[in-house]
């Protein structure tokens, strides 16, 4: 077991979209372990017709001073467009998403199917759980997409999830939840990254 104080979380803000009057956040998340270098969702590199009335304004990882080849492995928390427009820029290198979310995003229309199947990427397909890394853990979490998975990462404390969707605001949490929210709050996390949200969100405490 890897000593759950080196493992650490970067988010890595990527675009912004224009959503309800308001400019919306795309962050990815970088997680530093011991064993390897992971990246949860890889954002947008380009534009695309169906994104133009969000108006997006894009910092691609290509684009940054970031480096593309120390990334090992990929998670995609699931394959919509602004979660999976960079994945072509790790071809070859393993991508992990829930087999359900591959399977949509190969068949219903609100995916962009070039950018899923971009030249040269690797999926490696989950069902259900899985440990990735030790102390690293997909978990299921469907309500955004039927496919959606968060990424748990254990502190040695409480733990800190890396949600993507899970909640689109911080707000969502306290919503009607999803299954995948439920699953979220079961965690009892110490903190909850999201995809569209500049600080990561926090459970009250009594």
């Known amino acids: 077991m890897s000593d759950p104080a080196s493992i650490t979380v970067t988010p890595v803000f990527v675009a912004d979209l224009y959503v309800e009057g308001e400019r919306m956040p795309i962050y990815v998340h970088v997680i530093d372990h011991p064993q390897g270098r992971v990246l949860v969702d890889t954002g947008m590199t380009e534009l695309h017709p169906t994104a133009a009335d ?25 394959l919509h467009g602004d979660h999976c427009g960079g994945n072509h820029l790790f071809a070859g290198k393993p991508i ?24 040269g990427v690797r999926y490696v397909p989950v069902d259900g759980e899985l440990e ?9 979490a469907p309500g955004h997409t039927r496919g959606s998975q968060v990424v748990v990462v254990e502190t040695g404390g409480r733990p800190v999830i890396i949600g993507g969707d ?18 979220v709050l079961a965690l009892d996390p110490e903190l909850v990254w999201l995809a569209h949200e500049h600080e990561p969100w926090r459970p009250r405490t009594v």
């Not at 998403?97 to 070039?114: F, G, P, T």
């Open 54 to 78: 969000l108006d997006p304004r894009l910092r691609p990882l290509s684009e940054q001073d970031f480096d593309l080849a120390g990334i090992d492995i990929v998670v995609n928390t699931h």
């Open 132 to 140: 990735l890394l030790p102390g690293l853990r997909l978990v299921p």
């Open 166 to 183: 899970v909640a689109v605001w911080h707000g969502e949490f306290d919503e009607p939840p999803t299954e995948g929210r439920q699953r």
């Open 96 to 119: 992990y998403v829930q087999r359900r979310e591959l399977d949509d995003a190969r068949s219903e229309d609100d995916y962009i199917r070039e950018w899923v199947d971009a030249p």
